[in-house]
């Protein structure tokens, strides 16, 4: 054999070895999962299931379990409609908002569902240092959709919410109140306006206090709610529905009318 054709034969092999090497090389980088710095790492936060938070918030719960559900959605929306008992601290506020957290075993945050919303709410909340919180992913929008219970501010435009409400005039209630009628009677003024005078037997308890005081309103009786006016009463019976006591009446002009009817006033 003589020189030359070794010398080729040396160089085909070399030649060979380099291209199954870097073939090999290559075909295994395109296997491989990217490597990804730190700053580029999708970032985690608790999450909790909308049928978890069904568990945690049910009535047959030990009342051992102490769940706040914080909605950090903009207050008209809150307004508007929100999970029952769930407060309302907008995201803006978030940093700066006291949630005594040491109070509750668990904390649930509730917004738009959007994941740059939950991964800033997610920081905020350990920069505070509360690390037991817990965020629905999917928002107020899937809870809704999942037909989780909430609470409306109460439409009288809205035919859905009209619906709710079973109207009593003033008349009819001072004669059933003769009869010893046995209803709860709720007044959602203010204390201070209730402390100037309300109906016989009534119960105060404002608006605003409606979901968080909703356990003292008993589920057994009929509830005849008044406030100042009739939109008043109006929304205290759309929340009342709302919290599944349907058995409620809202008088027809609320303390206004009652008054103007010249019937009984106590203090």
Not at 99 to 104: Q, R
Not at 153 to 172: C, M, R, V
């Amino acid at each position: 054999m003589s020189e030359k054709l070794v010398i080729s034969i040396g160089c085909a092999l070399i030649l060979l070895v380099f291209l199954i090497t870097f073939f090999r090389w290559d075909n295994q980088n395109e296997n491989e999962e990217p490597i990804i710095s730190s700053e580029e790492e999708i970032y985690q936060y608790k999450k909790i299931s909308f049928q978890e938070i069904q568990k945690k918030i049910s009535p047959l719960v030990s009342e051992n379990e102490k769940v706040l559900i914080i909605d950090i959605r903009e207050k008209e929306n809150y307004q508007t409609e929100h999970i029952t008992g769930s407060k309302n601290v907008p995201l803006k506020n978030l940093s700066g908002a006291e949630l005594n957290a040491e109070n509750y075993n668990l904390i649930i945050i509730i917004g738009h569902g959007l994941e740059e919303e939950n991964i800033e709410t997610a920081k905020i909340l350990e920069q505070k240092g509360i690390s037991g919180a817990t965020i629905f992913p999917g928002g107020f929008f899937a809870w809704k959709k999942n037909g989780g219970q909430t609470v409306s501010q109460g439409d009288p435009d809205s035919f859905t919410d009209q619906a709710k409400i079973s109207s009593l005039s003033p008349e009819n209630l001072k004669a059933l109140l003769g009869e010893n009628y046995d209803a709860y009677i709720l007044d959602i003024r203010s204390q201070q306006s209730f402390s100037q005078g309300h109906i016989p037997r009534a119960v105060n308890i404002p608006l605003d206090n409606l979901e968080s005081r909703r356990s003292e309103i008993p589920l057994t009786k009929e509830i005849v709610v008044y406030g100042s006016t009739n939109l008043q009463g109006f929304k205290a019976g759309v929340r009342l529905y709302d919290m599944n006591f349907f058995g409620a009446w809202v008088l027809d002009g609320g303390f206004v009318k009652w008054k103007e009817k010249g019937f009984e006033i106590t203090q």
